[in-house]
């Protein structure tokens, strides 16, 4: 049995690191920037608000800067129009009005005010450790109006893991606010002797300012703009310091007025000081390469729309990152480095985006454990799971300062190191990588396989560490058909797969670098292993593979989505392939959403858990993957199918990390949404350019210099998907997929260098 204890609002369970989520209050309306090790959650309104959702604030390192930032327009909160996160530059964007009155600010007497008379627009982005925030202010009425503007702010400065519901004994010292003209500090002084501090910067002196207030008056005459402008800039002790001087460049691009004319950097375009503001807003967009030399193009808004969150988020989720081109995991509780979603969101989008592959492939190497450390489930040659910069990490509250817990992150470093070279016949990298992959295949013979039985297995060292270390990693999700948690050490169904793939893949990278012998002993152990899991594993009255071996091994014999993953890595022997296909699309495991992690005629089947019966993009792509692996390419389609039906029901057509079980009721609307989500999330992101890939069938080969399309599939609805310009070597090519009476044609619409394109049916 789980202990349990009510804390306030909040059922907490024995997992100390499941995140915990108010009871009535969840909101998945969010509004989200991120740049780099900072990011913000807001509502709709622009605000930071203390009551709601617990994810909302402004994080800088891990460590929460403003808990509050919410603005006030003659002392009332204004009314919403709408709100938006920008695509093309990851801007928030927000129009509000006022509401009816009948006197002016702070009691004075005045005629009344219309709703509707004042427009407001907020702006905010990220930058450097920075928030820059406009709030413009037109009035549309014919006379003059006065009017106040308040900013209410504060910071907590709490740990993530605090905001995910982690107790700390104590804490570090608030320090007393230091305000001066126009600018007010906020600080505090870790228990790691760090001081974090929050410089609200604003550019015109309030008329007051306080430690949690700043308020201004405008006197708004008809169709005249005028704007307020504030930067919020993270500091810490152990950086660079503020330097009033040297305002950024985003600033001033929120601003209006007569200022200077402003180069950005890194592009150096130039902005005049007299362009409009709307000219200065659109000019300033992420620099960030990724996704940006491939597009896909479709004749439907929806599928656009769709694809173009998705380039957006991950461009979002990489842009500015200390790490380079490494996709960060998801905003708010996982915005860092996490081996094991950087891998499968590189594999996601290898075919159009090959350099995220490349960023992941090279920290993960830098990172790789070169020595045992109990404390962090490290072991040489293992791939690191998490990486953690907070307080509490620092301070070993909590193990993840780097800790290495997840035991698929090692194989699936391989099987993407094989799959880069495939995509990009890039040599030269791969032999800077190999002395990691041979470390890493170390790790699976030794430790990953520490009885001998040829099975890759985990049970965790740290007393801290999590419990279970595949990609479903509550303390809950491997479990036997009676409902009782398996005991460690524990042979999860995917991972030998993954393993069976790394190995494959180390034979075709032996043969690439001359080395025969080895290649050889490397297709044989896969086939041995292949051989091995089949027998072992299949459960012929689930008509799938059971979801792991146990320390005793014995199958847990629970029908998972796990399966799936069997056929994406090319384990599954062919006679299974098309029964684990039924079975995942079958009314158990298929809600019309997707495939759920489990089974509904599963002991432990929760369709509001987080891996007991929910659903997750990521995984349904790769299982999407797995279908078109054994050439069911049509299964492929129907997942495809209803993550596209889902993203164009969800808000601003973002995919989040997972969303509820629930069986798709007719004509009712949306997915339920899991309450704490991470939106967005890397690989839910990337899923759209894996289930396309899936769907056209597509196979890219750099060394062959070939691009092969097997019986491609678009969804209903899809006349034709657009590819432009598809890098293959030194080649490239736009490419037509186009729907005709007689089937699925593709067309070279243009092409550049040596590249042969083909389809088959």
Known sequence: ????????????????????????????????????????????YGDIEALGPLQFGLFHSESRHLSRMV??????????????????????????????????????????????????????????????????????????????VALHFDADFVDIFEVRGS??????????????????????????????????????????????????????????????????????????????????????????????????????????????????????????????????VASSDRLNAWIARSESDLRMLTEGNPEGEYPYAGVPWFSTVFGRDGIITAMECLWIAPSIARGVLGYLADTQATEENLLQDAEPGKIIHEIRRGEMAVLGEVPFGRYYGSVDA??????????????????????????????????????????????????????????????KDSHDSIFHADGRIAEPPIALCEVQGYVYAAKLAASRLCTALGCGFQATKFSNDAAALKKRFNKDFWCEELGTFALALDGNKNPCRVSTSNAGHALFAGIAAPEYAETVCETLLS????????????????????????????????????????????????????????????????DLHRLPELFCGFHRRENAGAPILYPVACAPQAWAAGAVYLLLCACLGMKIDAAERYVQFENPQLPTGVSDVEIRGLQVGEAHADLLIRRHSRGIDVEVLEKHGQMEVTKRI
Not at 18 to 34: E, F, I, M, N, P
Not at 211 to 219: L, Q
Not at 600 to 612: G, L, Q, V
């Open 71 to 148: 603005l006030y327009v003659n002392d009332r909160q204004p009314q919403l129009l709408g709100s938006t996160v920008r695509q093309d530059t990851a801007l928030l964007a927000v129009d509000l009005t006022n509401l009816d009155e009948t006197v002016g600010p702070e009691g004075q007497q005045a005629g009344p005010l219309q709703r509707g008379m004042i427009h407001i627009f907020r702006s905010s982005l990220l930058d450097q450790a920075t928030c820059h925030q406009l709030v413009r202010l037109i009035n549309y009425g014919a006379e003059d109006v006065s009017v106040s």
């Open 167 to 296: 107790k700390r004994e104590r804490r570090g010292e608030i320090m007393p606010a230091q305000i001066k003209q126009q600018e007010v500090l906020l600080s505090y002084r870790g228990l790691d002797n760090v001081v974090r501090g929050t410089r609200l910067y604003f550019w015109q002196p309030p008329e007051s300012l306080g430690p949690n207030e700043a308020r201004f008056a405008f006197v708004l005459e008809p169709k005249v703009e005028q704007n307020l402008v504030v930067d919020i800039f993270c500091e810490r002790s152990d950086s660079k310091p503020f330097d009033s001087a040297q305002l950024p460049a985003g600033a001033a691009l929120l601003a209006g007025g007569q200022l200077p004319a402003i180069s950005l950097s890194p592009g150096g375009t130039v902005v005049p000081a007299d362009a409009p503001l709307s000219a200065r807003l659109n000019t300033f967009s992420l620099q960030s390469k990724v996704l940006r030399a491939t597009r896909v």
């Open 587 to 650: 009314p158990s495991l298929f809600s019309g959403w997707g495939v759920r992690t489990v089974s509904a005629t599963e002991k432990r089947y929760n369709p509001m858990s987080y891996h007991n019966g929910s659903v997750w993009p990521h995984d349904n792509a790769l299982v999407g993957y797995g279908f078109a692996h054994y050439g069911m390419h049509e299964k492929a389609l129907q997942v495809l199918t209803a993550m596209f039906d889902a993203s164009s029901e969800v």
């Open 410 to 471: 090692t194989p699936l470093f391989v099987m993407l190191v094989g799959e880069y070279f495939q995509r990009t016949n890039d040599l030269e990298f791969v032999k800077e990588l190999w002395p990691h992959v041979e470390a890493a295949l170390g790790w699976m013979e030794r430790y990953g396989d520490a009885d001998g039985d040829g099975y890759v297995e985990y049970r965790r060292m740290s007393p801290r560490g999590l419990l279970q270390q595949g990609w």
């Open 1 to 44: 049995m789980n202990s349990r204890n009510r804390v306030g609002d909040v059922l907490a369970v024995d997992n100390e690191y499941y995140v915990r989520a108010t009871s009535g209050l969840a909101d998945h309306r969010t509004r989200v920037l991120k740049y780099g090790d900072t990011f913000v959650v807001f509502n709709r």
